[in-house]
């Protein structure tokens, strides 16, 4: 268990420094106001105009970074302060929501793909690393590695847990077309300076990684314990 504790210490550590680099990232672009003068909200109307997009509703929700876009409700979520803010931090998250209303609106094959696996991914994750681990416990407690219930019972935590890292995955291009969206869609309608437009690229860049790092820590995760799990078979 050893190698477990330091696998999860390693990845807590490169996700606190990216999500604080993340934070910080963000916290200096606030400073950067945009020229234009237009709010999160605004920005992310625009864009959804631009885009002939007219069912999906803009709206505030509380907390910080907490923007996403619901295509169930079809609604895109700005935190308050990207919602009401004029600067380019407010400006990349609105249109990068509002890029994934747009991957919605033209069947995006990836996000799709990711839609369908929510349902399921929500309820595998509560309980993939508990089927393993107990599982394992079970095994070693009936000194049986291959073919009792225990190992069965680990393989399956297995098979959730692939699941999971699966939709981490998918999510990477998922996340990395609608910064590609937005981006363009604010240089190619002129809507920031060179400053704001740089600003905004380098605070998507920085989320991105955010996820980048989640898909690489899931991956670990399943690979240390796969090893634990079929590595032990007689």
Excluded: C
Excluded at 7 to 33: D, E, P, Q, R, T
Excluded at 47 to 72: E, F, K, R
């Amino acid at each position: 268990m050893i190698g477990f504790y330091i696998l999860i210490g390693a990845i807590s550590l490169v996700s606190w420094l990216v999500s604080n680099k993340l934070k910080s990232k963000f916290k200096h672009y606030s400073s950067v106001h945009l020229r234009n003068g237009m709010s999160g909200a605004e920005i992310a109307q625009k864009m959804l105009s631009d885009n002939g997009i007219t069912d999906v509703q803009v709206i505030s929700t509380p907390g910080m970074l907490t923007d996403h876009y619901n295509p169930a409700k079809k609604t895109v979520n700005l935190s308050e302060g990207v919602y009401n803010q004029r600067n380019a931090a407010a400006a990349a998250v609105a249109a990068h929501e509002v890029g994934h209303a747009v991957q919605h609106a033209q069947a995006y094959e990836w996000l799709t793909m990711r839609s369908k696996l929510v349902p399921m991914v929500s309820i595998t994750s509560r309980f993939s690393q508990f089927m393993v681990i107990g599982g394992i416990i079970i095994a070693a407690a009936t000194s049986s590695t291959s073919g009792g219930i225990g190992f069965y019972i680990a393989v399956a935590g297995l098979v959730f847990m692939a699941l999971g890292t699966l939709f981490s995955f998918i999510t990477l291009p998922v996340e990395y077309d609608a910064s590609n969206r937005a981006l363009a869609w604010l240089k190619n309608k002129n809507m920031l300076s060179q400053e704001e437009y740089k600003g905004s690229e380098d605070a998507l860049k920085w989320a991105a990684r955010t996820y980048l790092v989640a898909a690489l820590g899931s991956l670990a995760m399943l690979l240390y314990w796969g090893l634990q799990v079929l590595g032990s078979r007689d």
